[in-house]
């Protein structure tokens, strides 16, 4: 069992920057691809990025253009945190974002359908 918990978020305005962190319990977590999402109100899920269980394979999927360049993904296993650096945020970023581990070191092109675990998410909000 692996338990997720997220912070960072808040409200900031166009432009800046956030920093979330999502942190593992367990000795296990360089076992887990991990990835983030996030929700937008009256929407539905949406894949983010994810990253392999070393960082050295990351994957933004099919919103790379959205958030290419402005956003980048990463983990310390010495720490069994993985981030989501968010750079010149847009009010379409607004969401809330949650943690995810896949059920493979490996299955970070697969994290959406291969979901073991979740987060409970941390609200970004971003003004104009």
Known sequence: ??????????????????????????RTFSSYAMGWFRQAPGKEREFV????????SVYYGDYADSVKGRFLISRDNAKNTVYLQMNSLKPEDTAVYYCAAARGPSYYKRITTETAYWGQGTQVTVST
């Open 1 to 26: 069992q692996v338990q997720l918990v997220e912070s960072g978020g808040g409200l900031v305005q166009a432009g800046a920057s956030l920093r979330l962190s999502c942190a593992a319990s367990g």
């Open 49 to 56: 990025a994810a990253l392999n269980w070393n960082g050295g």
